[in-house]
């Protein structure tokens, strides 16, 4: 298989939060597949949810809509959201997810797995969230891809038999997620990632898994939440490809850190069985939790844990011993004159989570990074960790 273009023209590069045109919001057809354009602008002060082109050549937005300026607006009182057109000129601060699927995989696809361009060179990524500094500078870590020798300095072998190194995370301005789609025992599955001819599956929900299949790794405390599982490629009948472009975001803003085998991921404490209202406790033992989001690169021990049928994560359990590196990281970031501390980040949105309100990632300054190194009794706590045992 091959890696995507890497040439760093490409027409696209800045069409996801600075779109030249409203031809760039159309569906349009791929060679062998069709594209989609979706995601966030901001029309008259409010974000709003952008959903393509409509017919009559406007934008079609979705959200708190003012009552003027909107072409056949409309209200869904059971969700309390407005629908309606606008024109293209009124809309700004764009931050936009472009959606590629295709109907085949032959020879020319490239591997599932998290990806960027760097330098005119595909990398792969450890994950989206990356690391920071102990100089408070935020980083993410690469993987390289090819079987050959790697270009430049700084790379050092990991506990998975491949490169990576870790950079500023400036270098990187949009992400590039494969997955494939395939049959598994009559089964529609998607594959997250593939090694030494096998692959890694999943199902985010939505219906029974195959529960007489030993490999098989349910998701959550119901069926419907999703199953995830290795098995041989030679099992699976392939059907096409999907490949999602995306901004970067932010990344890490409040969360611990460490070091698993080479690579840096979020980590957390397993919860102990408790009292409904009670606070949650750290069951005892030395068990660490490494979490990923979906997209991000995970290996063979990593399982799906579904809170909803909509919302998961891979997690693996492994002991304190596999850990190093423990850090908390937190930032602060200056709106409107006023600094807050930064709750969390909506990658997907483009959208900054303050202690009172949320943010466009626009309206803010530089985020300034505390890192501080732990040990593992200061990790959270996750209850959903719960659904592993």
């Known amino acids: 298989m091959t890696e995507p273009c890497t040439d760093p023209s490409d027409e696209f ?7 030249s045109g409203i031809y760039v919001l159309r569906e ?3 060679p062998g597949g069709r594209m989609e354009v979706s995601g966030h602008a901001t029309f008259q002060g409010v974000r709003l949810r952008v959903r393509g082109v409509g017919r009559d050549g406007r934008v079609s937005v979705a959200g708190d809509l003012p009552l003027y300026g909107v ?10 959201v407005a629908f309606g057109r606008v024109d293209f000129g009124w809309l700004s601060r764009f931050w936009l997810t472009r959606t590629t699927t295709f109907d085949l995989i032959d020879e020319t696809t490239p591997q599932p797995g998290l990806m960027a361009s760097i330098g005119g060179l595909t990398v792969g990524l450890v994950n989206t969230d990356g690391t920071v500094s102990k100089a408070g500078v935020p980083q993410l870590q690469l993987i390289w891809l090819s079987t050959a020798e790697p270009e430049g300095e700084g790379w050092a072998p990991d506990g998975y038999g491949l490169f990576t190194k870790i950079v500023d995370r400036s270098l990187v301005s949009v992400v590039r997620r494969v997955e494939w789609t395939a049959i598994w025992r009559d089964f529609t599955v998607q594959i997250a990632a593939i090694r030494d001819g096998r692959a890694m599956i999943f199902a985010g929900g939505g219906g029974e898994p ?4 030993p490999e098989v790794v349910l998701g959550g405390g119901r069926r419907s939440n999703g199953w ?13 490809w999907t490949l999602t472009e995306s901004p970067l975001g932010v990344g890490v803003v409040d969360a611990c850190v460490g070091t698993l085998r080479g690579r840096t991921a979020s980590m957390v404490r397993v919860a102990e069985p408790h009292v409904a209202g009670e606070e949650r406790v750290a069951a005892p033992g030395s068990a660490v939790v490494v979490e990923k989001n979906r997209g991000d690169t995970v290996t063979d021990e990593f399982v799906l844990v579904a809170s909803s ?6 997690r693996v359990t492994v002991d304190e011993s596999e850990v190093s590196d423990l850090r908390q990281v937190t930032a602060t970031t200056t709106v409107n004159g006023l600094t807050h501390p930064v709750q969390w980040r909506d990658d997907g949105a483009g959208l900054v989570y303050l202690s009172h309100s949320t943010v466009d990632i626009a309206d803010t300054t530089p985020f300034i990074y505390t890192v501080q190194p732990i040990d593992r009794s200061a990790l959270p706590v996750d209850s959903k960790v719960l659904s592993l045992h």
């Open 228 to 240: 995830s599982a290795v098995v041989p490629l030679a099992q699976l009948s392939l059907r096409g």
């Open 309 to 314: 049928q909509h919302y998961w994560t891979w």
């Open 210 to 213: 195959p529960l007489n299949a």
């Open 71 to 80: 072409f056949g607006r409309e209200e869904d009182p059971q969700v309390g």
């Open 28 to 30: 349009r057809n791929v």
């Open 13 to 19: 590069d800045d069409s996801l939060t600075n779109p």
